[in-house]
């Protein structure tokens, strides 16, 4: 069964940084895009970052592009998110999400993992 596990979420203040981390498991994802989404409260689930199979290419939402950066270890099967220069517009619960045709949309995503809380505080 495949299964995508985030960690790393916390408490952190303004301006200051974090990593997530995605480990995946039940199946490879080499073949599959990997990318993270954030839901706040009240709030529809958006795009944050993706990065192709390879992982020779990223790409970013507006919101955070400059301070977020996406990797990913198909080796270990794992995807990170580096986050710098935190916000506390940046507060949500991130997932982590696979999908075998890529793209900034949510719904195009076909697993996903249980979400992990981040808050900024101002």
């Known amino acids: 069964q495949a299964q995508l596990v985030e960690s790393g979420g916390g408490l952190v203040q303004a301006g200051g940084s974090m990593r997530l981390s995605c480990a995946a498991s039940?199946?490879?994802?080499?073949?599959?895009?990997l990318g993270w989404c954030r839901q706040a409260p009240g709030k529809e689930r958006e795009f944050v970052a993706r990065?192709?199979?390879?992982?020779?290419?990223?790409y970013y939402s507006n919101y955070v592009n400059g301070r977020f950066t996406i990797s990913r270890d198909n080796a270990k099967n794992t995807v990170s998110l580096q986050m710098n220069s935190l916000k506390p517009e940046d507060t949500a619960v991130y997932y982590c999400?696979?999908?075998?045709?890529?793209?900034?949309?949510?719904?195009?995503?076909?697993?996903w993992g249980q979400g992990t809380q981040v808050t900024v505080s101002s």
């Open positions: 999400a696979a999908s075998l045709v890529g793209g900034p949309d949510p719904a195009r995503y076909a697993y």
């Open positions: 039940g199946r490879t994802f080499v073949t599959y895009a």
């Open positions: 990065t192709t199979s390879s992982g020779s290419r990223s």
